[in-house]
Each structure stands twice: as structure tokens, then as C-alpha cells.
């Protein structure tokens, strides 16, 4: 994939994508009820306060299923793509890509780590841990 | 038991042609699958005191979704206007609510869509533009692809096995003459597991169409259908499940797999029936794993035992549970917003004994649902035929 689509950022989503424009990933986090949350939105959907804040992600997590897409609904993405739920900090997953050029080694459970791509805009993707280690290895 | 469950019929259905491109609008389909459903009903227009449907315009008001404007165009006043998320089972549920309240005594349900999108785009509302969606190329296809990879990563089920479930429900759409893919099988599992990977682990042919059409439904109180000349078929219960907005956070399969589980125990109680009092099944099938989830969730088998179950019993007319005996979305037509009523038409027509070629031999129960676990949301209908139908012949 390359081209991504933009979806307009909502008044809740806007410290989102601002963070991603310096390549940091931030979630939602509600003090009261010790939980991230996402999408972000007006108010924590545990306890409804309106009050939750924006904190660091660690950018690490594991894939909880994925898709390997060999069809785009729309032109502009390179196929094939994996299309991915990863699981972040507790409460806080993403819909994301899963970039990887060995497709057929990507596994439910594999650990990856935040990345960062996109012609129109950055975009938090993850690479499989054991595929970033070989990397530097 | 004695059901507390309102007592209405649908006593009219109207489909328009199903076509990839029809060359009208969508309000003219809808017209026109209206005035056939009220045909159907032996009614005229001025019997309908409730609309259910999405004005789809041009012309009316800029009040969103504009309802009341069908209203207007078919020159009736009307008791009750809504527009249900989605038309099909949502809308023939609600109908029987308000019926049963006596705030109106017949509803007009309508919805298909034509001249919106071109032959080869993947339809509109299969690619939301949300935020958080659509950078990474997700779509609706994909949503559903990652419920049925983590269902098969817990269950450990060989997805060879499902072919043969798009291959039977396409076998039905072969030999319907109205169906979009008429003539095009026949099917074997092998043709569906040959056909190019869109997104793993489905293929082409494991997933629904994306055409043009539309259809409309008349519900009515059992005691009006009676006038109708077709034979009555009564709404027995029903339920619906919204766990989520559709296509914005990611769907689980531990959150939603088992979504209209709680619906389908609900309307079984109301119906007083069981699953295996069932004759026919028109389920929603936008993928082929979809119908397996759909059989564990509607109480045919455990979870995770689907494909057994399916294998075991057949989805053919010759099967215990025959399935989407219309060819379903996959092989008779998906006209998005109006789809979910295909599904409650093909049940009526196999309860009227009118199923011709296709039609299950002394159909007295069937099931009809709309939605799926990738969309977050799902909803099921108990339909039968009317024991008043005998006793007033
Ligand atoms: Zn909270």
C-alpha cells in the first residue's frame, strides 16, 4: 500500500494525527477508569467522564487477526497489503497495516512495533518484531 | 405459551428486475417495487398509513432522512414514517410494533438503489471513509476477513471446508432465472476455492454482489392479510443486536461472533419454535463464512462447530436445512440498503408454496436474518405459514 485515502479528523481525533505528524503514537486515556479507549470521542464509553486525556503509546503490540488483501475497494493501494487489528495497550487497538515483504509469515500473535508511512499523511503501520530484529541483526 | 407478539402478516412483496445496472434511479425502482408489493397485496395505496424507507430523492425535503417524503409523492397521508436502520428485518420488526400499538394499520417497507455506483467500484457503503478505517485500505470485505482468520485461528477449522457452502447457495442462484448470476454454475467447492483471493481468506465467489435493484414489503395486521389473495405468512418474533457502529472500531470475533445469538433466543421464545422446527433458512450472506457463524449463533449447533453442522445436515433442497433458495446475496443480488428485504421475500415466497423449481416441499417455518459479525450488528425474523390460512379455505 501507499496512497491512503483521507477521512477528515474530527475535533476528538485531531491530537491523534497531530502526533502522528511527528511520528508519535497517542492514545486515549481515561484516569478514572485506568483504561484506554479508541476511537477517541467526547467521552471515556466506561464511565463517561469528558475529561480523558492524550498519552504516550509504547508502540508495541501483537496482532490479533489480519487479512491479506489482494483487491483495494479504491485505486491508489499496492497490492497485495495486509491489513491488520493490532492490539496495543489495553483498550486501545488499531485497524493498521501490517507491512511486511514475507507475507505468508505473518502469524495471529506476532509480536510488531510502530512504524511509520504514507504519501498523504503519516500513518502508524507495524512491522513484526522478529522481522525488525532480523533487520538490525 | 401464548405469544405476546403481535399478530401481522406480510401480506405483499415487490422485486423489481436485479441488474447489475438497471438504468433508473433509485427512486423509480422503489416505485416500482412498490406498486408491485401492493399489487401482490390486493391493496391500493391509499390502505398504507405507515412508510418505512429512506428517501433517496431528487425533490423532497433537506430533513434528513426524509421518510415523510414518500408520503408526499405517493399522495397519501400517512400515521407513522420511519427510516430503520437497516429496511428488511429491522423495518418488518418495527412495523409489527407499531401495528401491534395500533398507531397504524399498514406499512409500506422499501429500499434498493440504482444509477448510484458503476459496474466495476466496489459499491459506496463498502468502503466507509472513516479516519481510522480507511488510510490503511480497509474495507468491508476485510472486516469480515479478520473475524473469519481469528474464528478459524481458535477453532482450527480447515476453510477448505466452506466452499462447499458458496457453491451450494450458488447453485440455487444457477437455476434461478432472476437471479443475477442465472446459468453461471453450476458450482463445485473446487470453482470456489480456484476463484482469485480478494481478501484472505475469501475469494471471489465467497463473497455477495453489489448490483442494482429494489424491494418492498406490505405488513399488515393477520386479520387485513386475510383479503390479500396470496396465502398469509405471519411474523412469528423477531430480534435485533446492534453491538457497535458498523466499520469504525475493529470487530472482534470474541465481541461479536456470536452476535444474534441473543436475538434469535429471543425470537424463538416469542415464536414458540426451536431451530430444528425450521424448514428454511434465508440468511445473510455476504461471505460464506458468514453463513456457518450464522448457524452457531442462531442456536443450529454450538460454537465452533459450524462446518460441521452445514456438512452434516446440507443447505440444498434436498438438505435438512435448505439456504438462501433464491441464490442469496452471493448469486441473486445485494442491493445494499434494500438487500436485507430480499432475504424476508424469498422466505414468504417459499411459505406461499411459490418457490416453483426451488421451493422446499411443505415449507411451513423459515428464518430470515440480515447483518453479520464484520458489521457489528445483526437481526433475525421467525416467519409462518398462517394456520388462518386453512381456516378460511
Ligand atoms: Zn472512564
Known amino acids: 500500500m501507499t496512497?491512503?485515502?483521507?477521512?477528515?479528523?474530527?475535533?476528538?481525533?485531531?491530537?491523534?494525527?497531530?502526533?502522528?505528524?511527528?511520528?508519535?503514537?497517542?492514545?486515549?486515556?481515561?484516569?478514572?477508569?485506568?483504561?484506554?479507549?479508541?476511537?477517541?470521542?467526547?467521552?471515556?464509553?466506561?464511565?463517561?467522564e469528558t475529561g480523558w486525556t492524550w498519552i504516550d503509546s509504547s508502540g508495541i503490540g501483537s496482532i490479533y487477526s489480519f487479512t491479506r488483501v489482494f483487491r483495494a475497494p479504491v485505486a491508489g493501494f499496492e497490492t497485495p497489503y495486509v491489513?491488520?487489528?493490532?492490539?496495543?495497550?489495553?483498550?486501545?487497538?488499531?485497524?493498521?497495516?501490517?507491512?511486511?515483504?514475507?507475507?505468508?509469515?505473518?502469524?495471529?500473535?506476532?509480536?510488531?512495533?510502530?512504524?511509520?508511512?504514507g504519501s498523504m499523511r503519516d500513518l502508524p503501520v507495524f512491522r513484526r518484531a522478529s522481522a525488525a530484529g532480523r533487520r538490525t541483526s | 405459551m401464548t405469544s405476546s407478539f403481535p399478530r401481522v402478516a406480510i401480506a405483499g412483496i415487490g422485486v423489481t428486475e436485479q441488474r447489475k445496472s438497471l438504468g433508473t434511479s433509485t427512486l423509480e425502482a422503489c416505485l416500482s417495487a412498490t406498486k408491485m408489493a401492493l399489487a401482490d397485496a390486493g391493496m391500493s395505496v391509499h390502505d398504507v398509513d405507515g412508510v418505512m424507507?429512506?428517501?433517496?430523492?431528487?425533490?423532497?425535503?433537506?430533513?434528513?432522512?426524509?421518510?415523510v417524503d414518500w408520503a408526499e409523492m405517493l399522495g397519501i397521508p400517512v400515521r407513522w414514517v420511519s427510516?430503520?436502520?437497516?429496511?428488511?428485518?429491522?423495518?418488518?420488526?418495527?412495523?409489527a410494533a407499531v401495528i401491534g400499538a395500533g398507531l397504524c394499520n399498514t406499512v409500506l417497507i422499501v429500499g434498493g438503489q440504482a444509477g448510484e455506483f458503476s459496474g466495476n467500484d466496489v459499491a459506496?457503503?463498502?468502503?466507509?471513509?472513516?479516519?481510522?478505517?480507511?488510510?490503511?485500505g480497509a474495507f468491508t470485505a476485510a472486516h469480515f476477513a479478520m473475524i473469519a482468520e481469528r474464528y478459524l485461528h481458535l477453532y482450527q477449522v480447515d476453510w477448505s471446508r466452506f466452499a462447499t457452502v458458496a457453491a451450494t447457495i450458488r447453485n440455487f442462484g444457477h437455476l434461478n432465472p432472476d437471479a443475477l448470476m442465472y446459468g453461471r454454475?453450476?458450482?463445485?467447492?473446487?470453482?470456489?476455492?480456484?476463484?482469485?483471493?480478494v481478501a484472505s481468506p475469501f475469494r471471489r465467489l465467497d463473497l455477495c454482489l453489489a448490483n442494482e435493484g429494489a424491494a418492498a414489503m406490505i405488513i399488515t395486521s393477520v386479520e387485513r392479510a386475510l383479503d390479500s389473495p396470496a396465502p398469509v405468512v405471519e411474523v412469528l418474533g423477531g430480534g435485533c443486536e446492534w453491538f457497535r457502529q458498523q466499520y469504525v472500531g475493529p470487530a472482534r470475533y470474541e465481541e461479536v461472533g456470536m452476535i444474534g445469538e441473543d436475538a434469535s433466543r429471543r425470537a424463538f421464545s416469542q415464536a414458540g419454535l426451536v431451530p430444528s422446527d425450521i424448514d428454511v433458512a434465508q440468511l445473510y450472506d455476504v461471505n460464506t463464512f458468514e453463513v456457518v457463524r450464522q448457524f452457531e449463533a442462531l442456536g443450529f449447533c454450538g460454537q465452533g462447530e459450524g462446518i460441521d453442522f452445514v456438512t452434516s445436515a446440507g443447505l440444498g433442497l434436498d438438505g435438512r436445512i435448505p439456504t438462501n433458495t433464491d441464490g442469496g446475496l452471493?448469486?441473486?443480488?445485494?442491493?445494499?440498503?434494500?438487500?436485507?428485504?430480499?432475504?424476508?421475500?424469498?422466505?414468504?415466497?417459499?411459505?406461499?408454496?411459490?418457490?416453483?423449481?426451488?421451493?422446499?416441499?411443505?415449507?411451513?417455518?423459515?428464518?430470515?436474518?440480515?447483518?453479520?459479525?464484520?458489521?457489528?450488528?445483526?437481526n433475525v425474523v421467525l416467519l409462518g405459514r398462517s394456520r388462518a390460512n386453512q381456516a378460511q379455505s
Open chain 2, 53 to 67: 424507507a429512506r428517501w433517496p430523492g431528487p425533490g423532497g425535503t433537506v430533513l434528513k432522512p426524509g421518510s
Open chain 2, 185 to 197: 454454475g453450476p458450482y463445485s467447492a473446487s470453482d470456489i476455492l480456484d476463484s482469485p483471493m
Open chain 2, 330 to 378: 452471493m448469486s441473486f443480488s445485494h442491493i445494499g440498503w434494500g438487500a436485507p428485504s430480499l432475504r424476508v421475500v424469498e422466505a414468504v415466497r417459499q411459505l406461499r408454496h411459490a418457490g416453483a423449481d426451488r421451493q422446499v416441499p411443505g415449507a411451513e417455518t423459515a428464518i430470515a436474518a440480515g447483518a453479520g459479525a464484520g458489521a457489528q450488528y445483526y
Open chain 2, 124 to 136: 459506496p457503503y463498502t468502503r466507509p471513509e472513516n479516519e481510522f478505517v480507511a488510510p490503511w
Open chain 1, 3 to 48: 496512497q491512503s485515502p483521507s477521512a477528515a479528523a474530527t475535533v476528538f481525533s485531531q491530537p491523534f494525527w497531530q502526533a502522528a505528524s511527528e511520528q508519535r503514537l497517542i492514545r486515549p486515556w481515561c484516569a478514572h477508569c485506568q483504561i484506554s479507549f479508541f476511537p477517541p470521542a467526547l467521552c471515556c464509553p466506561h464511565c463517561l
Open chain 1, 83 to 117: 491489513v491488520a487489528i493490532v492490539d496495543l495497550e489495553p483498550g486501545f487497538s488499531l485497524i493498521t497495516n501490517v507491512l511486511e515483504s514475507n507475507f505468508d509469515q505473518v502469524r495471529i500473535g506476532d509480536e510488531v512495533e510502530v512504524d511509520w508511512a
Open chain 2, 83 to 95: 427510516d430503520t436502520y437497516p429496511q428488511g428485518i429491522p423495518a418488518v420488526l418495527e412495523a
